[in-house]
């Protein structure tokens, strides 16, 4: 398995801790709203390469936290009257609702924030004891970065970029510009604060990430370099919340936090950056209302990770098309049951997603498989052992890349509402008692009628089924 390395910059053969064995955490989302489609495009994205993992034969432990105490959870509190764990307990089952939609596998572990608060204390101690952290009088804990020889080397953009360092708070009180903040104290009236040593507060962002690594997978090997195998997260994480990360717990731990670092694209809307500033964010609850999850997944996973990806819908669209083509291919082998994959569609597409996730080639090669599979069919259209292997296909398709799953007729029958469905069902009956009772005209009219309603129907061993043209 090959990954690119965000902070290495280049292709580095996957050579985990622990033979066999692979571990990852993936920044989560911040519970405060519903899930944007940058969120499904990450989870999609560590989602693929978990599947690829397991399809390598390795035992993979996956985490994704998430954040459930920060300035924008606060402030819907305000707005709202609701507690914090009511806000935070809905939007995590919403955005777990909207990836498991998308075919997203739950990760094995999801700590919170809040569950995690001795972890954070523990660690943040750990450096105010080391003199790499300290205390202002405001009550806050920062982190001296000038304590942190490698400080910079995961992001490579801190130096002197002002840029770079206006997305830095600022402080009078911290020793340097680039300090940041692992604990922020309560001032006020503020209601949502937790009692630590130091003060009364809460965590900064970037501490909780290190502790929950530190506490969910430090006791998982004896290695004394790293904490894990892989980290993840969108493009936009790497500065300041990676590298502040990385920092954190090379000071508070005395090695490096992950192996590897993996980041993932941007999504844009019609070629413009996915941002609500700019009042274009995508909810997936808003997508999911016109386009079926699996119609999304196979979108959104079209273009490789490491690149932005452009949302439009008639690119949507000419996707649906190709897993179409998946699904008709699969309805001329229904019902048998499946035997192996073909040896050499199995290996070329481990080989594709074993460099890097290539999903390009990988759909190519998919692509490839149709239309010989078509053209066999064509000639031989009883051939069993063709059937078996092409049903072994596609189901490989859908245990590496999640889609393909479906029962190819319900599949067609995606986007109809349910009033359309029961006048469809209701002509279906009344046409198969109009054969029963020998009345030909009248079943040919109501075929007539079902095709003008651009729904084609094929009478089967198992029943009449149908489909939307």
């Known amino acids: ?49 978990v599947r690829t993992f397991k399809a390598l034969r390795y035992e993979v432990t996956m985490g994704k936290n998430f954040t459930d105490i920060d300035d924008k959870i606060i402030k819907k509190v305000q707005e709202t009257g609701k507690s914090l764990e009511d806000i935070t307990t809905y939007y995590i089952n919403r955005y777990q609702e909207d990836m498991r939609a998308l075919g997203v596998q739950d990760a094995d572990i999801e700590p919170k924030a809040t569950e995690s608060l001795e972890a954070i204390e523990s660690m943040i101690q750990g450096l105010i004891d080391k003199d790499i952290a300290y205390l202002v009088n405001s009550g806050d804990v920062y982190f001296d970065t000038s304590k942190d020889a490698n400080y910079g080397t995961i992001s490579h953009k801190v130096g002197d970029d002002e840029d770079n360092q206006s997305r830095v708070e600022h402080n009078s009180e911290k020793r340097n510009p ?20 130091f003060s009364n507060g809460r965590p900064g962002w970037h501490i909780e990430c290190s502790a929950m690594i530190e506490k969910h997978f430090s006791h998982t090997h004896g290695d004394d370099e790293y904490s894990i195998d892989i980290h993840g997260g969108g493009a936009d994480l790497l500065f300041p919340h990676h590298e502040n990360e990385a920092a954190q717990s090379r000071c508070a731990t ?45 979108y959104l996973i079209s273009v490789h990770y490491r690149n932005d990806f452009n949302f439009n819908e008639e690119d949507l669209l000419n996707s649906k098309k190709r897993l179409d083509k998946l699904y008709r291919l699969k309805k001329r082998v229904t019902p048998t049951k499946a035997s192996k994959p073909n040896i050499k569609f199995h290996k070329a597409m481990m080989e594709a997603m074993s460099d890097d996730l290539n999903i390009s080639k990988a759909l190519a090669i998919i692509e490839e498989m149709i239309s010989e599979a078509n053209d066999k069919f064509d000639e031989n259209p009883k051939d069993k052992g063709l059937k078996k292997e092409t049903l072994a296909n596609i189901e490989f398709i859908d245990e590496l890349l999640g889609f393909g799953g479906k029962e190819p007729f319900s599949y067609f029958q995606i986007g109809i509402d349910d009033k359309t469905k029961e006048k469809i069902e209701t002509l279906i009956e009344a046409r198969n008692q109009a054969k029963v009772d020998k009345n030909y005209k009248k079943s040919d009219a109501i075929r007539d009628e079902l095709s003008g309603m651009k729904i084609a129907i094929m009478d089967t061993a198992n029943g009449t089924v149908w489909e939307k043209l």
């Open 178 to 197: 680039k300090d940041f903040a692992l604990w922020k104290a309560c001032h006020g009236d503020e209601d949502i604060c937790f009692d630590t040593t």
């Open 254 to 298: 005395g090695h490096e936090l992950s192996k590897y670092w993996m980041h993932n694209g941007f999504v844009n809307i019609d070629g413009e950056k996915m941002s609500k500033s700019l009042g274009n964010s995508f909810f997936v609850k808003d997508a999911l209302k016109v386009y079926d999850g699996e119609i999304l997944r196979n």
């Open 1 to 49: 398995m090959y990954i690119y390395d965000s902070v290495k910059k280049t292709k580095l053969l996957f050579e985990p801790i622990i033979p066999r064995k692979a571990s990852i955490y993936v920044c989560g989302p911040t519970v405060y709203d519903d899930a944007h489609l940058g969120h499904a495009r990450s989870s999609l994205s560590f989602d693929l390469l």
